[in-house]
């Protein structure tokens, strides 16, 4: 069964950064797209950044374009968000998610974690 | 971007019911690019709708996805107490993925 592990975020300062890590098992990581997909408090779904399985292509929502960056590290089979510049917008439960092949839905979820930015 | 614009916003049903939800592209969409979530407070989304009308792994045949171009359509056939979440379309295009609003289906 996919399972997907979030750790980091918790709180962080206006301006501030923030790191989360995904660990993924159970698939060959390496072989699926990634990416992260945000929601803030009592809102819908939006999705933050992508990126291929190499590594070599990311993509990013307006919202966080030049702030945050997706990585991966393929031996650790390991995802990362790393976020800069932190505004209280950003604010929000973050979600890894795997990229199901040819059809580009997400067809397995982290747990979520919590991003609070507040001075 | 292609915005999504799902409707209704509520959709308040009894259990055994049917419910018809929509889902609006700006754009014409590709259906295979097209799929449904359901969420239940406190949990992560599932999916539920792929490629506009196949099933994920493990999804009862009560629910299913119909549309083509810009016209999507989510069906539960028949309402378990379970069904009752907030349920979103998600399309992808130009290496972007853009999510509905969410209709949340209430019970009555």
């Known amino acids: 069964e996919v399972q997907l592990l979030q750790s980091g975020g918790a709180l962080g300062q206006p301006g501030g950064s923030l790191r989360l890590s995904c660990a993924a098992s159970?698939?060959?990581?390496?072989?699926?797209?990634m990416s992260w997909v945000r929601q803030a408090p009592g809102k819908g779904l939006e999705w933050v950044s992508g990126?291929?399985?190499?590594?070599?292509?990311?993509y990013y929502a307006d919202s966080v374009k030049g702030r945050f960056t997706i990585s991966r590290d393929n031996s650790k089979n390991t995802l990362y968000l790393q976020m800069n510049s932190l505004r209280a917008e950003d604010t929000a439960v973050y979600y890894c998610?795997?990229?199901?092949?040819?059809?580009?839905?997400?067809?397995?979820w982290g747990q979520g974690t919590l991003v609070t930015v507040s001075s | 971007e292609i915005v999504l614009t799902q409707s209704p916003g509520t959709l308040s049903l009894s259990p055994g019911e049917r419910a018809t939800l929509s889902c609006w592209a700006s754009?014409?969409?590709?259906?295979?690019?097209l799929a449904w979530y359901q969420q239940k407070p406190g949990q992560a989304p599932r999916l539920l709708i792929y490629?506009?009308?196949s099933r994920a792994t493990g999804i009862p045949d009560r629910f299913s996805g119909s549309g083509s171009g810009t016209d999507f359509t989510l069906t539960i056939s028949r309402l378990e107490p379970e069904d009752f979440a907030v349920y979103y379309c998600?399309?992808?295009?130009?290496?972007?993925?853009?999510f509905g609003q969410g209709t949340k289906v209430e019970i009555k």
């Open positions: 998610a795997k990229v199901g092949g040819g059809y580009k839905s997400f067809d397995n």
């Open positions: 159970e698939f060959t990581f390496s072989s699926y797209a």
């Open positions: 990126i291929s399985g190499s590594g070599d292509s990311t």
């Open positions: 754009q014409s969409v590709s259906s295979r690019y």
């Open positions: 490629g506009a009308s």
């Open positions: 998600q399309q992808y295009g130009s290496s972007l993925w853009t």
